[in-house]
């Protein structure tokens, strides 16, 4: 049984920073490919970052590039997404998943956590 749990959401002001760590039990992230999707209300969920197994290689949508930084600590078995320079349009539920696929669509991904609230306030 694999189980994905997310922390580190709430709420913060424009401008400022949080990080959400991804911790995992029943897979060994560091053989798989882990990602960070996030879903606004009333839109579809969509792709923020993803790391490649042990390899460290990072890839990012756009609209984050440079100020959101993914990153893993294996001896931990977590997942991390810093998130800097927070925007209201960041605010969003963010998932973690985990696959076999380097890719940014969601149907690829086998295991999700449930989730966690970031509200950025302007």
């Known amino acids: 049984q694999v189980t994905l749990t997310e922390s580190g959401g709430g709420l913060v002001q424009a401008g400022r920073s949080l990080r959400l760590s991804c911790s995992a039990s029943?897979?060994?992230?560091?053989?798989?490919?882990m990602a960070w999707f996030r879903q606004a209300p009333g839109k579809e969920r969509e792709f923020v970052a993803a790391?490649?197994?042990?390899?460290?290689?990072?890839l990012y949508t756009d609209s984050v590039k440079g100020r959101f930084t993914i990153s893993r600590d294996n001896s931990e078995n977590t997942v991390y997404l810093q998130m800097n320079s927070l925007k209201s349009e960041d605010t969003a539920v963010y998932f973690c998943?985990?696959?076999?696929?380097?890719?940014?669509?969601?149907?690829?991904?086998?295991?999700w956590g449930q989730g966690t609230q970031v509200t950025v306030s302007s």
């Open positions: 790391t490649w197994r042990s390899t460290g290689h990072t």
């Open positions: 998943a985990s696959g076999s696929s380097y890719s940014t669509l969601g149907s690829d991904y086998e295991y």
């Open positions: 029943g897979r060994t992230l560091n053989n798989y490919v």
